[in-house]
């Protein structure tokens, strides 16, 4: 018995420790199709106003809760906090992953935290486990601390391969744009990539069949992925998956009790 409620445990902590993107109401807006979506999918101008459709994560750089990240974000010796269970983009950023069939597409509106501003340009792409490795750049230098980036505006951006043999290339069918606010506070990005781009860094990506696909900024932005699914059966494969565990793990114990074996 203590045997199964660890694996029940390990089930909850390892799936705990993603952010699935998903609709309220049953309503999986953002989950995908292979063979397209009837959701619009966005535009890459800058304006951002046709991600609202499209669900949200809040997400916090790290996750050091023992002190003011956990409700707020310090920005200039003041902790700005939220109301305890609710989260804005003051103090975490605000990411959509979003895959139409064709292309994937991210949005991130970054918190107001000054260490933190479009930190890190190394962006990872996951397609069911199987890793690539985009570089999000101005003018072909850092997003983090640009001087060319602090007066307000739209700011057209480059995707570029950042591993394998196509490394430092364009994204072939990429775009990307960020838009400067006043302050240089809650800066947003959007990017879309092709999903046949990511083949040409890693060819063992199968693209008649992605069941999860998830983004992370390997620590800079996010301690967690974010990620979107898509299944002929329905979005939500991690949490059916640890459902499954616990499911059989119940399974397995009401037989040996039936069979006299506990």
């Keep these: 018995m203590k045997k199964i409620l660890a694996l029940c445990l390990t089930a909850i902590i390892v799936f705990a420790n993603v952010s699935v993107v998903f609709a309220a109401e049953d309503d999986y ?6 063979t397209g979506s009837s959701t619009k999918s966005p535009v890459i101008d800058g304006n951002f106003e046709d991600w609202d459709g499209i669900p949200h994560s809040y997400e916090y750089n790290w996750d050091n809760s023992a002190n003011c990240w956990y409700y707020g974000v310090w920005i200039d010796g003041v902790c700005y906090k939220t109301p305890v269970g609710s989260y804005d983009s003051n103090v975490r ?4 992953l979003y895959c139409d069939g064709d292309n994937v597409y991210l ?4 918190s107001r ?3 933190a501003k479009m930190n890190g340009e190394f962006y990872n792409f996951d397609f ?20 060319a980036l602090t007066q307000p505006g739209v700011y057209p ?13 364009v994204a072939e069918g990429s775009q990307a744009a960020v838009r400067v606010k006043p302050g240089n506070y809650n800066a947003e990005l959007e990017i879309k990539i092709p999903l046949k781009t990511f083949v040409q860094q890693n060819s063992s990506i199968n693209l008649d069949q992605i069941s999860v696909i998830s983004w992370d900024n ?6 967690r992925p974010v990620m979107a699914t898509g299944t ?3 979005p939500v494969v991690l949490a059916g998956l640890s459902f499954a565990v616990v499911a059989a793990a119940y399974v397995l114990y009401d037989r040996r009790k039936r069979n006299g074996s506990l």
């Excluded at 949005?107 to 970054?110: A, M, P, S, T």
């Excluded at 750049?137 to 640009?146: D, V």
């Excluded at 951006?157 to 290339?169: D, F, I, M, P, W």
């Design 113 to 115: 935290d000054y260490y």
């Design 93 to 96: 950023h605000k990411v959509a």
């Design 157 to 169: 951006l480059e995707v570029r391969h950042g591993n394998g043999a196509v490394s430092g290339y």
């Design 218 to 223: 390997s620590g800079n932005l996010t301690y």
């Design 232 to 234: 002929s059966s329905g």
């Design 107 to 110: 949005h991130i509106e970054f």
């Design 29 to 34: 807006k953002n989950s995908f199709s292979l």
């Design 128 to 147: 069911d486990g199987k890793r690539t490795t985009m570089r999000i750049t101005y003018q072909g230098n850092s997003l983090a601390n640009n001087p």
